[in-house]
């Protein structure tokens, strides 16, 4: 039980930050927010996603071609311009690279306006940092694994976010339905959406990319926005309206 209670948190910790912060705040500004909750968010961010911390102007960068260059050879990570999700996860994982060690020359219109914390962006992404956090989780699981077979969730453990983002990039961008023509292919995979907490309303989000609320239809729940709209009332973030 340790063990499931361990991943069902991690998974979801990791992905919420991930939606939350580098997704809609870095790459999209959905919301503003106090240098105080920016730096805690960036915090958590970086502790909730440690093996596989995303660095948010990386993130951003990549995110913003990704949806100027939709489904296109310019698009950093189209499912189809890759013959299975291995070689899009290397060919995303190198794009993001480039940009975190910034060797590569990114266009003026997609930099500016996301989080920097130089400290948390060395840290995070350090070599030390990724192994210190591998060896934790591997620690929980000799302590707590009851069984040979719950080993075999650990490699998700240390990989965690290149894995929430192939299967977004993946399932969708080429299976499920579309409300909208975006002259693209992307797609809502599911209608219900608590696995990936809303990521996979591709088609929603690619139509409306400032909006917060990744559910357009009445049946479409994005389960994320809820707990964006509390903090909202509670004066933690400031919604802007798309």
Same mark, same amino acid.
């Given at each position: ?17 991930? +939606? ?9 500004? *959905?919301? +503003?927010?106090? $240098?105080?909750?920016? #730096? ?16 948010? &102007?990386?993130?951003?960068? *990549? ?25 899009? *996860? ?11 060690? $910034? ?26 940092? &990724? ?18 077979? *719950? ?55 690619? &139509? ?8 357009? #239809? ?25």
């Amino acid at each position: 039980m340790p063990i499931l209670i361990f991943f069902i948190s991690h998974w979801f910790l990791s992905l919420f930050f991930q +939606t939350f912060f580098q997704h809609r705040y870095a790459s999209h500004r *959905m919301f +503003t927010t106090s $240098k105080f909750w920016e #730096r805690v968010f960036y915090l958590m961010a970086y502790l909730f996603e440690g093996a596989s911390f995303l660095n948010p &102007r990386a993130y951003a960068l *990549m995110h913003r071609e990704h949806h100027a260059y939709s489904d296109t050879e310019k698009d950093p990570h189209s499912p189809h311009f890759f013959t299975d999700v291995f070689q899009m *996860m290397v060919a995303t994982i190198n794009t993001f690279r480039d940009h975190l060690k $910034k060797t590569s020359d990114p266009e003026a219109r997609f930099t500016g306006y996301y989080p920097e914390w130089p400290l948390i962006d060395r840290i995070g992404s350090s070599i030390l940092s &990724r192994l210190s956090f591998g060896a934790a989780y591997t620690w929980f699981y000799i302590a707590f694994a009851s069984h040979w077979w *719950m080993f075999l969730l650990l490699p998700v453990h240390y990989l965690m976010g290149p894995i929430h983002g192939a299967i977004v990039n993946w399932c969708g961008h080429k299976y499920g339905y579309s409300n909208f023509d975006n002259n693209d292919k992307s797609k809502n995979t599911t209608p219900f959406d608590f696995l990936m907490l809303g990521e996979l309303f591709q088609n929603n989000h690619h &139509r409306h990319p400032n909006s917060a609320n990744f559910g357009k #239809r009445w049946f479409e729940i994005d389960p994320v926005y809820p707990v964006m709209r509390l903090m909202h009332r509670l004066r933690i973030i400031r919604l802007r309206k798309a």
